[in-house]
């Protein structure tokens, strides 16, 4: 069961939007990347995108739901004009394994049409998803796809796919936090963990 108390603390003014890590230490493994690392990279990877896109429009494109922490923070921290749209997807298969089949559940409303497209996830893990995305969206006439992701599973990628702009090469675990969840819950995180193995077996 996810941990309600902040810092032992039932207050009804908590903030739930300041969770960090020792406020679901009893569900949680270890941290391996903090708020404080994270808001930094995140101010790296702004900058490095501005002088990458000088001078031209770009088009976010967000992968829900994982990649609304990131969305939001990347955009704020950028300088450049820029444009937003969000797709959903969903890659399903036998059980917990990934067919490599990828279905929308949302499409853009934006025409990619000769437009400079960067796609901005949480994390990568097999790549079987973003190289799906990267496709489809040069196939609909983009001028320019690209990737940011805040994460990346070096050890999980089963596929070959170009991501520019990478925050952290993380560990194959299972890791939760800005916005990584399990079941939905640890979204709101500022801190990135390890979750503890008792939560899920």
Known sequence: MVSRHVGGSTNPQTRLADVDAKHVAADLDHVIVTADEIAAKVTEMAEQIDADYAGRDVLLVGVLNGAVMVMSDLSRAMRIHLTMDWMAVSSYGAGTK????????KDLTTDVLDKHVLIVEDIVDTGLTLSYLADNL?????????IAAMFRKPAALTTDVDVKYIGFDIPNDFVVGYGLDFNGHYRNLRDVAVLGKHMYQ
Request: net charge positive.
């Open 98 to 105: 990934s067919s490599g089949v990828v279905r929308i559940l």
């Open 138 to 146: 040069r196939g609909r006439g983009a001028a320019t796809v690209e």
